[in-house]
């Protein structure tokens, strides 16, 4: 046994204090021209010249262990292609997705050893907690990880390149 | 140490002057509550036990199946990381890798797995080990923190 890790999704309209969307159970993780988990991305694409729709995803650590810490994420692999950038962003801030340009994202279209990527805290009440910390000894969630695909017209036709992201964290 | 039904290709033992505590194989607490969505692993029994005897502590193992990895603390102001590897009928190879050469106090054991989740290509994947962290850390005598940790892949 050891912890237990489950991605997460939250789409949909900004509601409560703190702000937050519906949240799903997710396998798969794709840009595409629509907020939802279950759309392909073959079905709703992105246009070139056009942003796919934000997307806030986050893990939650349950299960066994005494404490996790030290998160970190990047893009460790892959190229979408050309014309196309990768934007992202760690905060504990739902937005209503939407295809606007992701505010306050950074471009992390190259790829970045783990060890040198962004510092991700941890709530204990979700990944939306005021009050996130380095390390937690209890359930709990990472911030989000909100990540956003931008396309300029030199985008290809057809299905882009693939690319990993990287969670990273210590446990015992 | 039972290796064999673990999914830790490493586990850790402490060794105390009156009592002697393992991780359990599937890394249970001792209070473990099996419907409960979160329990404490094994550490956290190391933790309280170390929290009222930490001066009893004499070493912190962390155990592979041919390969030993040593935080002694007999003396526990210089504390020493060295592995032990059995090899080829019954060789022993013992290697020093650490020798602390500042006095400390108030030393602390250090252990983690490094763990790693992925998505690739939009698929979402299990976590894994990365590595098995153990050393220690303690105060120097100018009040500085000082800490020394090894990865065992």
Redesign the interface.
């Known amino acids: ?3 237990t ?1 489950n ?1 997460y999704e939250q789409n949909g309209t900004a509601t409560g204090s703190p702000a937050h969307g519906t949240e799903s159970s ?5 840009w595409k021209n629509v907020d939802d988990t279950t759309t392909s ?1 073959a079905s709703s694409p992105v246009l070139a010249g056009a942003n796919s729709y934000s997307k806030y ?1 986050y ?1 939650k650590f ?6 996790i ?1 030290a998160v970190k994420f990047a893009h ?3 190229t979408l292609g050309t014309g196309i950038n990768l934007m992202g962003k760690v905060t504990s801030t739902y937005v209503t997705p939407s295809t606007s340009a992701m505010t306050g994202a950074s471009d992390i279209t190259s790829t970045t050893a ?1 060890g040198s990527g962004a510092s991700v805290l941890l709530g204990t009440s979700g990944p939306n907690d005021a009050n996130p910390a380095t390390s937690q ?3 709990c969630y990472t911030q989000y990880i909100a990540t956003q695909v931008q396309t300029t017209n030199a985008a290809n036709a057809g299905d882009s390149g ?11 | 140490m039972k290796l064999k039904n673990s ?1 830790f290709k490493y586990l850790w033992r402490a060794n105390f002057i009156k009592k002697t505590i393992t991780q359990h194989p ?4 001792s209070g ?1 509550k099996p419907d409960a ?5 094994s ?2 029994d190391f ?1 309280n036990y170390f929290d009222n005897h930490s001066g009893e502590l004499m070493s912190f193992e962390l155990v592979g199946e041919d390969k030993k990895y040593t935080v002694d603390l007999a003396r526990q102001w210089c504390p020493v990381i060295y592995s032990d590897e059995n090899g080829r009928w019954g060789a022993q190879k013992h290697t020093l890798i650490h020798r602390e050469k500042r006095p400390l106090k108030n030393v602390r054991i250090i ?14 994947g299990e ?1 894994r080990v ?1 590595g098995y ?1 153990i050393g220690y850390q303690g105060i120097d005598a100018n009040g500085n923190n000082r800490q020394k940790v090894i990865t065992v892949i």
């Open positions: 046994m050891a912890a890790t991605w997710i396998s798969s993780c794709d991305r995803i893990l349950s299960g066994t262990f005494n404490q810490s460790t692999a892959g783990v000894t209890t359930t693939s690319v990993t992201l990287t969670i990273q964290y210590n446990e015992n | 999914k599937e890394d249970k607490y473990y969505e979160w329990n404490p692993s550490f956290r933790q252990y983690y797995r490094k763990m790693e989740a992925t998505i690739e290509n939009g698929v979402v976590p990365l962290a």
